[in-house]
């Protein structure tokens, strides 16, 4: 139990694209979910804490306009990367809370986004 | 000082050896401990999940929390080379944010 799937696996796209990144909790309902960034050989980054139905909160430094987020259903969350540039480059990775709080957070198997 | 400090190897070993890995917190408010692995460019997978201190054990796993020192530690038994990958402690506070703090992870080899 408690998978969670996130898609597309590996994106490649020119600079000045925008690219939604989809986070589904399959088999559980997903009251809170987090986005997070990962650069090479370093730990994982949170970005925001999407909860479904309400605004994101975002950490200090993450521009909201730039990581656009929605959690319009408990099981899906969305990241937007709006207008990305090479520095977006980079591992983005979703996980999701199963039910109460307390519980342990559940990964997806991430997004490679590569901008040319 | 980092909240989670952990030493980033990275770690050896051959098959069948007794992995130790370890994590220090500095913030006593932590009360949930956490270890994920993460294989190579694959999203971290919760290995254990503990809230008390003392053990817990799941197969050749097991995980040790003594909160009166801030240490945790995941212990692999009998250890195999589909263990290498990188493992990550993660710490979070009762109550509240459901936020996790990380450690950078342990880069672990297991050789035939």
């Known amino acids: 139990g408690a998978v969670v799937s996130q898609h597309p696996s590996r994106v490649i796209c020119k600079s000045g694209t925008s690219v939604k990144i989809e986070c589904r909790s399959l088999d559980f309902q997903a009251t809170t979910m987090f986005w997070y960034r990962q650069f090479p050989k370093q730990s994982l980054m949170l970005m925001a804490t999407s909860n479904e139905g309400s605004k994101a909160t975002y950490e200090q430094g993450v521009e909201k306009d730039k990581f656009l987020i929605n959690h319009a259903s408990l099981t899906l969350s969305t990241l937007t990367v709006t207008s990305a540039h090479p520095e977006d480059s980079s591992f983005y990775i979703c996980?999701?809370?199963?039910?109460?709080?307390?519980?342990?957070?559940?990964f997806g198997d991430g997004t490679r986004l590569s901008i040319l | 000082q980092k909240e989670v400090e952990q030493d980033p190897g990275p770690l050896s070993v051959p098959e069948g050896a007794i992995v130790s890995l370890n994590c220090t917190y500095s913030n006593s408010a932590f009360q949930y401990f956490m270890w994920y692995r993460q294989y190579s460019r694959k999203g971290p997978e919760l290995l254990m999940y503990t809230y008390s201190s003392g053990n817990k054990e799941d197969g050749r796993f097991t995980a040790q929390v003594d909160k009166s020192s801030k240490y945790i530690s995941l212990f692999i038994r009998d250890s195999q080379p589909s263990d290498s990958a990188t493992y990550l402690c993660a710490v979070k506070e009762e109550g509240g944010s459901e936020k996790l703090v990380f450690g950078k992870g342990t880069k672990l080899t297991v050789n035939p």
């Open positions: 996980s999701a809370i199963e039910g109460s709080s307390n519980q342990p957070q559940h």
